[in-house]
């Protein structure tokens, strides 16, 4: 399929896109970057493309994103997929069917193959019961965000990193919609919270997600408990090697057999993003915002939780 396709905002995620779309790349836009071809989306000739690649800050999602949609063009747009007004996602979505387009948040740790992997033993039952979750997600951008004109604001870490976290749980196990809770909130070097922890103990399995702006070498680890044995996820490709590793649980106890996998590869997933995104253009897939609107809510009642826990060290 031929897609032409626009970048929206030409930052570090902007370029990534621009990268990725390959040929399919024909502009750029952004207001203050000398490099991009337009100023404003509106400034782009309407029969120039056929989507957008929008890597653009939260408070203008709603906006850009409606301009986008109501004149018939498919959307990517960065998590997450964010609304200041009530009921903003559900508007999105309504605009995006009715011009029978893609609105699609991209999630793109959806993709990494370890991630996909452990999806697939979740839904094979082959762990049994499921006791418990937990996920820390680190890197070290403390400094990059405090020296940002928008990025040291409002929830901080959570909203970034947490909106990976709170998605991949619902990518494993479906919709696990209540009882996450604001377990601490540190403001250790910048403005807003650069350390989170969110635990669920009212749903089983129960989760316990930390993420972090002050992890100095980028770290992603997953442990997941059950009644038959164990499943753990060591990094991510782009910080690899990443390492996937089953253990069967020996009764009445012992040292368990493991199985592991590990990857030592370039990051795979903008590209597999990208082209589950055209894929999904071509067949004109239905705007589901459902997940959008769940985390929104989420990510709003949780940043006010950590807000009000901040601690300032």
């Given amino acids: 399929m031929t897609m032409r396709a626009i970048v929206v905002g030409l930052g570090v995620q902007g370029h990534k896109r621009r990268n990725f779309a390959g040929a399919d790349y024909v502009a750029s836009v952004d207001p203050t970057n000398p490099d991009a071809d337009f100023k404003s989306v509106r400034d782009v000739p309407l029969d120039a493309y056929d989507a957008a690649l929008c890597c653009i800050p939260d408070e203008p999602k709603f906006e850009v994103l409606s301009y986008l949609l109501e004149r018939g063009k498919h959307v990517l747009v960065e998590k997450p997929l964010w609304s200041m007004t009530d009921g903003g996602v559900e508007a999105l979505q309504s605009l995006a069917r009715k011009a029978g387009v893609v609105c699609y948040t991209a999630y793109n740790h959806r993709f990494e193959p370890h991630f996909v992997r452990m999806r697939d033993l979740i839904a094979s039952g082959e762990l049994g019961r499921i006791y418990s979750c937990r996920m820390f997600y680190g890197n070290g951008t403390a400094r990059l965000v405090r020296n940002s004109e928008w990025r040291d604001n409002g929830a901080g870490v959570l909203p970034d990193l947490g909106s990976h976290l709170l998605d991949t749980c619902r990518f494993w196990f479906g919709g696990v919609d209540e009882g996450y809770v604001v377990a601490s909130a540190n403001c250790f070097e910048n403005r807003s919270p650069d350390h989170v922890v969110l635990q669920n103990e009212s749903v089983s399995p129960r989760f316990e997600l930390e993420m972090t702006l002050l992890s100095w070498r980028n770290h992603f680890t997953c442990d997941v408990f059950a009644e038959n044995g164990s499943a753990h996820i060591e990094s991510l490709c782009k910080w690899g090697p990443s390492t996937f590793t089953l253990r069967r ?50 990510l709003e009642r949780l940043g006010r ?6 601690r300032n060290v």
């Fill in 305 to 310: 939780d950590a807000l009000a826990l901040q």
């Fill in 249 to 298: 649980r020996v009764l009445p106890s012992g040292r368990p057999p493991e199985e592991a996998v590990t990857l030592v590869q370039d990051d795979p997933t903008w590209a597999a993003e990208y082209a589950h995104f055209k894929q999904i253009c071509a067949r004109a897939a239905t705007a589901d915002l459902t997940t959008d609107a769940w985390l929104g809510r989420t």
